[in-house]
């Protein structure tokens, strides 16, 4: 019984745990061009700066994509939970949106952040 118990329980344990932080698939063109905009509009520039180069206020994510240390997962519960420096933009950012920013940040053609209008 205790076996069937943690067969049945514990994956749905941890398909839960996992759908506080919805973990974005591969992005549209259209997903990417939106996280770069957001990029723009919900100031991470400030930190990280237009060209993604960082600055004294935040680190580089110019190469994050290739950076095994953070997939996906870690990128979004950052944007979402804040962290070391960071502040949290869970309350700011739907889960779409910070899909659309971690498209953005993942895209091997990544486009430049567009100019603020």
């Known amino acids: 019984m205790r076996s069937l118990r943690y067969s049945v329980f514990l994956p749905l344990a941890l398909l839960s745990a996992t759908a506080a932080y ?17 990029y723009r ?7 990280h700066g237009i060209d ?3 600055n004294k206020k935040g680190p580089s994510l110019d190469d994050i994509r290739n950076d095994p240390a953070w997939p996906p997962q870690r990128i979004t519960k950052q944007i979402t939970d804040g962290g070391q420096k960071m502040p949290p933009f869970g309350e700011s950012l739907t889960d779409p949106e910070v899909a659309q920013l971690v498209t953005f940040l993942r895209a091997k053609d990544r486009p430049a952040v567009p100019p603020a209008h």
């Open 52 to 54: 993604l180069k960082g």
């Open 41 to 47: 509009d919900k100031g991470c520039v400030q930190c």
């Open 22 to 38: 919805p973990f974005p698939e591969p992005g549209s063109d259209a997903d990417v061009k939106a996280g770069a905009a957001l």
